[in-house]
C-alpha cells in the first residue's frame, strides 16, 4: 500500500480510517503485486501493528486508527509488498507453538521441520540422558524444542554464522533452556573436537540445487539467507558431509535424523549407505512427500571408524 494510495483514498474522508478499511485497501494492493493470501497478510500484519491478535481484529474492525498507527502499517504493506517475508517484518515465528524470533539471518522455519523434531524426540524415548545435536541450527527452533520435550538430554547446537547464533541464544533465553543447550559456531562438525560422540545427529541442511534456486518464490530467493538453502549442482553436498563427517561423532547405534528436498530420497540413501549409515525410514510430511530420513550408524558393515 503505497503513500500514493492512502492519499487518493484519504481525499475528501470525514472520518479516520478503520481496520476493516485498512485492511481491505491493503489486501487489493497485496494481491495486485501477487502475494498470496493477501488478505490473511494484511489482516496478520495490522495485528502485529496494533498488538493484538487477528480475533481482535475480526471484534474490533470498526477500532478507528490513528495517523502513527496508519503511516506503521503503509510501511509494512509497502514491504511486503517487495516480498519481504511477513514474519521478517513482524520478527516472529510459530514453531511447535513456541514464539521463536527469527531475521533475515536465519531461515523462517516452516511446519514441515516439526517432523524432523518428533522423529528425534521419539528415536531417543527411553534413553535417560541422551546427547542430541542440532546441525545448522539457525533460529535454533529444533534444539529449543528438544530442549524443552526431553528434560535430561545433552544438547549441541551448531551454525557457521555468528548471526544466526545469537538469534538463536536470545531464543533459548526467551525459552529458559539456555543452560542446557551449547551453541558452537563453525562449518558443519569443525566445532566439534571437543564434543563427545553422540545418541542422535539431527539436521535441517540447505538441500536447494544451485539450478532450482532462481525459480524459488521472491520471498524465499530475495530475502532467505542463501547459506542456509543452496546446496551445490544437485542440493546434495551437505548430505555428503555429514554422512561422511558425522559418522566419527555418531556412537555405534547412533541415528541421522535428517530433512529432505522432494525426490531426494533414494539418493540420499544411497549417500548414507555408502557411509554405513543405513536408513530405517523415509517419513512424510503434510503434504505426503518424503521429507525426513531416520538412519543408523552401523560401523561393522563397513569398517569405517
Given at each position: 500500500m503505497t503513500e500514493h494510495t492512502v492519499k487518493t483514498q484519504s481525499a475528501g474522508r470525514t472520518r479516520p480510517w478503520?481496520?476493516?478499511d485498512l485492511?481491505?485497501?491493503a489486501a487489493e494492493f497485496l494481491a495486485k503485486k501477487g502475494v498470496e493470501n493477501a488478505r490473511l497478510e494484511a489482516e496478520v500484519l495490522l495485528a502485529h501493528v496494533l498488538n493484538c491478535d487477528r480475533v481482535f481484529l475480526y471484534t474490533h474492525f470498526d477500532r478507528p486508527l490513528v495517523p502513527t498507527e496508519v503511516d506503521e502499517y503503509r510501511d509494512l504493506i509497502r514491504r511486503r509488498a517487495e516480498r519481504i517475508p511477513t514474519k521478517y517484518l513482524t520478527g516472529r515465528c510459530e514453531f511447535f507453538s513456541l514464539d521463536l524470533e527469527v531475521d533475515p539471518s536465519v531461515l523462517i522455519p516452516r511446519p514441515e521441520t516439526e517432523f524432523l523434531v518428533n522423529a528425534a524426540i521419539e528415536a531417543v524415548a527411553g534413553n535417560p540422558?541422551?546427547?542430541?545435536?542440532?546441525?545448522g541450527t539457525g533460529s535454533g527452533n529444533i534444539a529449543i524444542v528438544l530442549a524443552k520435550t526431553i528434560p535430561d538430554a545433552g544438547i549441541y547446537a551448531s551454525d557457521i554464522s555468528e548471526d544466526a547464533l545469537e538469534v538463536a541464544r536470545r531464543n533459548a533465553e526467551r525459552h529458559e533452556v539456555a543452560d542446557r543447550i551449547t551453541f558452537l559456531?563453525?562449518?558443519l562438525f569443525a566445532p566439534f573436537d571437543n564434543v563427545p560422540l553422540v545418541d542422535v545427529?539431527?539436521?535441517n541442511p540447505p538441500y536447494v540445487a544451485d539450478g532450482e534456486h532462481d525459480g524459488l518464490q521472491p520471498e524465499i530467493r530475495l530475502y532467505e539467507p542463501d547459506i542456509a538453502l543452496r546446496a551445490g549442482e544437485d542440493g546434495l553436498a551437505f548430505f555428503r558431509r555429514i554422512a561422511c563427517e558425522g559418522r566419527s561423532h555418531l556412537k555405534a547405534g547412533g541415528l541421522m535424523i535428517l530433512e529432505i528436498g522432494q525426490g531426494q530420497g533414494d539418493a540420499v540413501e544411497g549417500i548414507l549407505n555408502e557411509n554405513a549409515i543405513e536408513v530405517r525410514k523415509v517419513i512424510p510430511d503434510y503434504s505426503k512427500i518424503e521429507r525426513v530420513?531416520?538412519?543408523?550408524?552401523?560401523p561393522q558393515k563397513t569398517g569405517a571408524e
Amino acid at each position: 500500500m503505497t503513500e500514493h494510495t492512502v492519499k487518493t483514498q484519504s481525499a475528501g474522508r470525514t472520518r479516520p480510517w478503520t481496520s476493516l478499511d485498512l485492511v481491505k485497501t491493503a489486501a487489493e494492493f497485496l494481491a495486485k503485486k501477487g502475494v498470496e493470501n493477501a488478505r490473511l497478510e494484511a489482516e496478520v500484519l495490522l495485528a502485529h501493528v496494533l498488538n493484538c491478535d487477528r480475533v481482535f481484529l475480526y471484534t474490533h474492525f470498526d477500532r478507528p486508527l490513528v495517523p502513527t498507527e496508519v503511516d506503521e502499517y503503509r510501511d509494512l504493506i509497502r514491504r511486503r509488498a517487495e516480498r519481504i517475508p511477513t514474519k521478517y517484518l513482524t520478527g516472529r515465528c510459530e514453531f511447535f507453538s513456541l514464539d521463536l524470533e527469527v531475521d533475515p539471518s536465519v531461515l523462517i522455519p516452516r511446519p514441515e521441520t516439526e517432523f524432523l523434531v518428533n522423529a528425534a524426540i521419539e528415536a531417543v524415548a527411553g534413553n535417560p540422558e541422551p546427547i542430541l545435536v542440532d546441525l545448522g541450527t539457525g533460529s535454533g527452533n529444533i534444539a529449543i524444542v528438544l530442549a524443552k520435550t526431553i528434560p535430561d538430554a545433552g544438547i549441541y547446537a551448531s551454525d557457521i554464522s555468528e548471526d544466526a547464533l545469537e538469534v538463536a541464544r536470545r531464543n533459548a533465553e526467551r525459552h529458559e533452556v539456555a543452560d542446557r543447550i551449547t551453541f558452537l559456531c563453525g562449518d558443519l562438525f569443525a566445532p566439534f573436537d571437543n564434543v563427545p560422540l553422540v545418541d542422535v545427529i539431527v539436521s535441517n541442511p540447505p538441500y536447494v540445487a544451485d539450478g532450482e534456486h532462481d525459480g524459488l518464490q521472491p520471498e524465499i530467493r530475495l530475502y532467505e539467507p542463501d547459506i542456509a538453502l543452496r546446496a551445490g549442482e544437485d542440493g546434495l553436498a551437505f548430505f555428503r558431509r555429514i554422512a561422511c563427517e558425522g559418522r566419527s561423532h555418531l556412537k555405534a547405534g547412533g541415528l541421522m535424523i535428517l530433512e529432505i528436498g522432494q525426490g531426494q530420497g533414494d539418493a540420499v540413501e544411497g549417500i548414507l549407505n555408502e557411509n554405513a549409515i543405513e536408513v530405517r525410514k523415509v517419513i512424510p510430511d503434510y503434504s505426503k512427500i518424503e521429507r525426513v530420513v531416520v538412519a543408523t550408524y552401523q560401523p561393522q558393515k563397513t569398517g569405517a571408524e
